[in-house]
């Protein structure tokens, strides 16, 4: 089972809307979660870390649920410019290292 | 004010030569990474490195050899390319050591192996 799944979309969505993606991780003792986002033919770049009590970081807002082990993320108002994959990020407890999903790829439509 | 900067951007190259692709970083990370990015956009770690040392060495063929002369600095050279070898190799840098500081990422350089 991998460290890190999410759903791959891609998911089309118009201007103005909310759309949520989860991802799922495997270790239940995993202590550090974030979402990156990667443009096309471009480097991830940090979003935002995930905080255990949650956080928003203006349209943006991460959740995390340990009991089901998922992170969320949640857009508000949708821009063109949020077309972009988003990478959910989770490090084990005792690893050096973070495990990235696959990656969810978002469109948003005029 | 680049902070995480790797050469070449593209690589081409006919299978079976060897090359390098170098990183460096100027924001006073004490560890720095490989990761390769495949055709399906799935990102692995190669290798990690922290105040020189090798601290995370993956399932990576032995023909891939990183170098780091200092703890701003992480080569990666490859011998005898391989097809399959054809990607695209990020660098990144980190504070921490542990995986609970974000990563930085270079631009990332596309090998192709023909």
């Known amino acids: ?110 | 004010d680049t902070a995480v900067s790797q050469t070449p951007k593209y690589l081409v190259t006919q299978m079976g030569n060897d090359k390098s692709i170098k990183c460096e970083q100027n924001l006073g990370h004490d560890t720095m990474y490989w990761y390769k990015q495949d055709s399906k956009k799935f990102l692995k770690i190669m290798f990690s490195y922290n105040n020189k040392e090798l601290i995370i060495n993956e399932t990576v063929p032995n023909r891939f050899s990183p170098k780091s002369p200092d703890k701003a600095h992480l080569n990666l050279h490859i011998n005898s390319l391989e097809l399959g070898d054809s990607a695209v190799y990020f660098c990144a840098s980190s504070q921490g050591m542990g995986g609970d500081s974000p990563l930085h990422f270079g631009n990332g350089t596309r090998l192709t192996v023909t």
């Not at chain 1, 991830?44 to 349209?59: A, C, H, I, Q, T």
């Not at chain 1, 009991?67 to 407890?93: E, F, G, H, M, W």
């Open chain 1, 1 to 110: 089972r991998k460290e890190v799944e999410q759903d791959p979309g891609p998911f089309n969505v118009p201007e103005g809307a909310t759309v949520a993606f989860n991802c799922t991780y495997s270790n239940s003792a995993s202590q550090s979660f974030f979402w990156y986002r990667q443009d096309c033919r471009k480097e991830p770049k940090l979003l935002m870390s995930v905080y255990s009590s949650g956080n928003e970081d203006g349209r943006f807002t991460a959740q995390l649920n340990r009991a089901s082990q998922y992170i969320s993320l949640l857009i508000r108002d949708s821009k063109l410019s949020d077309s972009a994959t988003y990478l959910c990020v989770v490090t084990p407890t005792g690893a050096n290292n973070l495990f990235f999903g696959t990656g969810t790829r978002l469109t948003v439509i005029p």
